[in-house]
Structure formats: structure tokens, C-alpha cells
């Protein structure tokens, strides 16, 4: 119980660190949240700020996850607690404390998480999610293509046993919480409304 109780916290809080936001007012001196989606990923970075503070973003973005795990592996090696601890990071970047509990929609660190957690599986999420992008220039698209294959190699490769079962809980928590949260770029996109890559952001409403 130890491992979970000082590792899900860690995991949050490094999740949380609100980089796109500060990436923005670094590049461009403007709040991301302010723009677009209104969230702090990659692609509203590179919307607001341009394609190095939006690729700066990922990298950063990515490496929450990827550092959280391997805190993870060298305090404890419990893959019950890499899992919790790669949810614990999606949702304090999704929900962030310090930027008034909102975020980014959690690609990056869902992707980085599949790659550390399991390898092959991040692989399939990176060989469908990127050409989808390339082809189709909806980074939604991708992210939601590139989740789904990677979560369902990820299941594939528990149920063979070449995996620990314990990494189901990113399969079923990740997932949702990737999905879920564009759920309104799934609307836009049945909808044919959905902005594509390279397109500016506009302000927000709010």
C-alpha cells in the first residue's frame, strides 16, 4: 500500500506540471487556454506558439510520463504501481492543480505511458496514430486511432501473457480518459467541423 500511497501523489503532481502553458507564454507570450481548444497539448501549443514550442511541449509532455514509470520501477519494480503511477500523471496533466484543474486531453503522456509500460504496444499506437495524422491532418484523428490500437495491443499482450495483468488498469482507465476527453472532437469530426493541423487557433468564447 506504501508504493501507491507516495507514488500516485508523485505521479499526479508531475503530471500536472502545466508545460504547454508556459510554453506559450515563453514562445508567444500568450495563454494558451485562451485560444482553440482551450487546452495546454501540443497541438493548441502549436496553434498559439508555433511548431518548436509545440514540439518542446510534447517532448515535455511525454517525458512526465516516461519519468514517472521509471521512478516508479527503480523505487519499487511493482507493475500494479508503474500503472497507477502512468494514470496518476494523464490526470494531473488532464486536470492540473496549478492551473485551476484543466489541462490537455492526455495523448502525449497516454503515448509516452504505452511506450514505457509496453513497448510493442506504443509502437502500434505510434504506427497508426502518426500516418493517420500525416494523411488525414487531424491530430484528433490520430490520437483517437493511435489510443485504441495501442490500448487493444497492450490487452492482446496481457491475455498471451506476455505482459503483467496488472497493466489493465491503464488499458481501461487510460483509455477512457484519452477517449474521453475528446469526446467533442469525435462530434466535430462526424460533423466534418474539426480544424485540421496547421490551421491558427481563434480566441475562446470564454
Do not use: C
Request: aromatic share 8%; glycine share 14%; charged share 10%.
Amino acid at each position: 500500500m506504501l508504493p501507491y500511497l507516495v507514488m500516485i501523489p508523485a505521479g499526479y503532481l508531475l503530471g500536472a506540471l502545466p508545460f504547454g502553458l508556459l510554453l506559450g507564454r515563453l514562445f508567444k507570450g500568450v495563454d494558451v487556454r485562451e485560444y482553440g481548444s482551450g487546452k495546454t497539448g501540443m497541438t493548441n501549443v502549436m496553434r498559439t506558439a508555433g511548431v518548436p514550442a509545440a514540439l518542446l511541449s510534447l517532448a515535455l509532455d511525454m517525458g512526465k510520463a516516461v519519468l514517472g514509470v521509471a521512478l516508479a520501477r527503480y523505487f519499487f519494480d511493482s507493475p500494479g504501481v508503474d500503472a497507477a503511477v502512468a494514470i496518476a500523471v494523464l490526470v494531473g496533466h488532464n486536470w492540473s492543480v496549478f492551473i485551476g484543474f484543466r489541462g490537455g486531453r492526455g495523448t502525449a503522456p497516454g503515448w509516452a505511458g504505452l511506450i514505457i509500460l509496453s513497448p510493442w504496444a506504443g509502437l502500434v499506437a505510434t504506427l497508426v496514430g502518426l500516418p493517420t495524422v500525416a494523411l488525414s491532418r487531424y491530430v484528433s484523428l490520430g490520437s483517437i486511432l493511435g489510443t485504441l490500437s495501442g490500448v487493444l495491443t497492450l490487452a492482446l499482450l496481457i491475455a498471451l501473457g506476455r505482459a503483467p495483468v496488472e497493466y489493465l488498469a491503464y488499458v481501461i482507465f487510460g483509455a477512457a480518459l484519452v477517449i474521453g476527453l475528446h469526446k467533442d472532437n469525435i462530434q466535430r469530426l462526424i460533423s466534418g467541423q474539426e480544424r485540421k493541423l496547421g490551421q491558427p487557433a481563434i480566441p475562446t468564447d470564454g
